[in-house]
T-cell receptor, first 110, second 117 residues
């Protein structure tokens, strides 16, 4: 099976620290999409970003940024100046069938 | 943006009963919908693909006689957990791609938390 690996099971940081969540994926497809989702305690998945495999430009959205490195099959997610509200489980995923990583529980302490 | 709803959001039932979960696409038609199951502190695992007008496709290891899927219309798919047991307690999430056959833009429902006593 082509996996999505999130090696960090849990991360704990203090508010205002920067934190990077790692994601490494396997695929035999030449065209695919990569995603990050946030799942707060309520359970509802919150879409954060979708990235086409042909677009390796890094993206920044407010305090969030993503680093896509096709050569290493990685799609890492950085939150700068973390806030308590960022505490959640974060999932990385890829197509074609949407396959999720195991998730990283991020806890931001005040 | 597109909205997918699920009903109920939470259900508690006795062992041996059947539970139906509805997934609706509210502002677009979905010929395909996906059902996921998430156990506590685990990832989402695809259970089955619901296809309007044809049989659902189940992932390996998912019992199709236990998890009945009916894609009744272009906006509604239902998952029925038959003869539920405590080990079926889980968070069930559906999703629907806005465009048929294109899984790169999926919209997720808010999930249904099933507890079987």
């Amino acid at each position: 099976a082509q996996k999505v690996t999130q090696a960090q099971t849990e991360i704990s940081v203090v508010e205002k620290e920067d934190v990077t969540l790692d994601c490494v994926y396997e695929t035999r497809d030449t065209t695919y999409y990569l995603f990050w989702y946030k799942q707060p305690p309520s359970g509802e998945l919150v879409f954060l970003i979708r990235r086409n495999s042909f677009d390796e430009q890094n993206e920044i959205s407010g305090r969030y940024s993503w680093n896509f490195q096709k050569s290493t099959s990685s799609f890492n997610f950085t939150i700068t100046a973390s806030q308590v509200v960022d505490s959640a489980v974060y999932f990385c995923a890829r197509t074609r069938q949407l396959t999720f990583g195991s998730g990283t529980q991020l806890t931001v302490l005040p | 943006g597109a909205v997918v709803s699920q009903h109920p959001s939470r259900v508690i039932c006795k062992s041996g009963t059947s539970v139906k979960i509805e997934c609706r696409s509210l502002d677009f038609q979905a010929t395909t919908m996906f059902w996921y199951r998430q156990f506590p502190k685990q990832s989402l695992m695809l259970m089955a693909t619901s296809n309007e007008g044809s049989k659902a496709t189940y992932e390996q290891g998912v019992e199709k006689d236990k998890f009945l899927i009916n894609h009744a219309s272009l906006t509604l798919s239902t998952l029925t957990v038959t003869s539920a047991h405590p080990e079926d307690s889980s968070f069930y999430i559906c999703s629907a791609p806005r465009l048929a056959g294109v899984s790169n833009e999926q919209f997720f429902g808010p999930g249904t938390r099933l507890t079987v006593l």
